[in-house]
DNA sequence: TTGAATTATGACTTTTAAGTCATTATAATA
DNA sequence: TATTATAATGACTTAAAAGTCATAATTCAA
């Protein structure tokens, strides 16, 4: 595996846009090779094969996302608001990669092209962020904001599930344009149903 | 395409039955007509081709859910009390049915594998059933059971999604026995966060 | 400057599985 | 029973794309 992280990132990023171009289903190694300028031989020399690749595009994203999302919520104090900071930095960032997001989530990528090996990290992903909300969860149960009958792991990958819903509902309205107007909306709307249920 | 409904149905529980042991990114063709004690073009007879079989297991297992889902809530009166049998109904399906659906949930197979058209009607029946939640939301703002903001169709699609998740929650989690104690567990939970949040 | 090491190339091989169709078997009808 | 119509077969064709590797280009070090 060679070792030039420009080439690297290259590759990534193409592979990147592609995605957002044609979906994964119609990802081939060859296009690839072809939107980063470069023989195919060559993505073969940066990664091992496409799973790979994609677990690599996949892995790189949710960093991103990830660490985002905690920089925000350290910066609160009340579960309540690192939550709310939570959804926003989570949606806010959805929509600046829309049309990346919008490729996973309805072509809903997932895990069906990954080998095993990456399928589970795909899980581990997935775990990790919704353990990460869980822990404000339980903090909040403790600090006496939230209710004392949660089951604080099942909320959190609630919590995860209405984001990403949610994110679903607009693509599939074409709601995809990036107005803050929109994205303050869809924040209210998951934190109101999330924090006080649609009962009166 | 021939008429015999008993080798329609034979291939459709077999390709199901395969769908659960292999997942859908194995299933291939030969081994449909394999499990199904035919010979592959036997196949191309009763389906158009890959897709169609595919398609025709989705919806039928779709159909089937839903019809049972709209008696048991047509039966009750109040909307709390039709969310709440139309989450146990859908939960206990899912259980019913745990080894495809913990195939369709985990390997997230969805919409990757169908061509456009086919794609659109997983879309569609996703539509159906939110939009048939979203009426009975509506009816119970109108009655003063619910909030008198909320947006019926997002919260209808976060209901289905909320269902989803907690089943997935479960399936990686292991919680796959179909135990009565089990199913009112996780009905209860998604029904508390759904109608109250998680606030006190 | 030269030759060794590294990186890049893309035509080629391989694999896999979808879909076809000439042939055969079975059922229906007269 | 003979003839026609329908259903079934599975070897074969086709297609697509993953992955390889002998060769070429470039970079680096002495």
């Known amino acids: 595996m060679s070792e030039n992280t420009a ?3 290259l590759i990534l990023s193409s592979s990147k846009k592609l995605i957002e171009e044609i979906g994964f289903s119609s990802l081939t190694m060859d296009k690839v090779a072809q939107k980063a300028g ?4 060559t993505v073969y020399l940066y990664f091992k094969d496409k799973d790979d690749l994609i677990e690599k ?3 790189t994203g949710f960093e991103r996302m990830f660490d985002r999302i905690k920089r925000k919520v350290s910066e609160e104090n009340g579960m309540v608001d690192k939550l709310k900071v939570l959804v926003n930095e989570n949606i806010n960032h959805i929509y600046e990669n829309r049309y990346f997001f919008k490729t996973i989530f309805l072509d809903e990528v997932n895990v069906v092209f990954l080998k095993k090996k990456s399928k589970e990290s795909f899980n581990l992903r997935r775990k990790r962020y919704s353990d ?9 149960m403790k600090s006496g904001e939230f209710r004392q009958d949660l089951n604080s792991p099942r909320a959190g990958y ?3 599930s209405l984001i990403k819903s949610s994110a679903i509902y607009d693509f599939l309205n074409e709601k995809i344009e990036s107005n803050p107007e929109n994205i303050k909306n869809v924040t209210e709307e998951i934190l109101n149903l999330f924090l006080r249920g649609i009962t009166r």
Chains 1, 2 share one sequence.
């Not at 990460?132 to 909040?140: A, L, P, Q, V």
């Open 7 to 9: 080439k690297f990132e």
């Open 57 to 59: 595009v996949l892995s």
């Open 132 to 140: 990460f909300i869980s822990e404000i969860i339980k903090s909040g």
């Open 158 to 160: 609630m919590l995860v």
């Open 38 to 41: 470069i023989a195919k031989g």
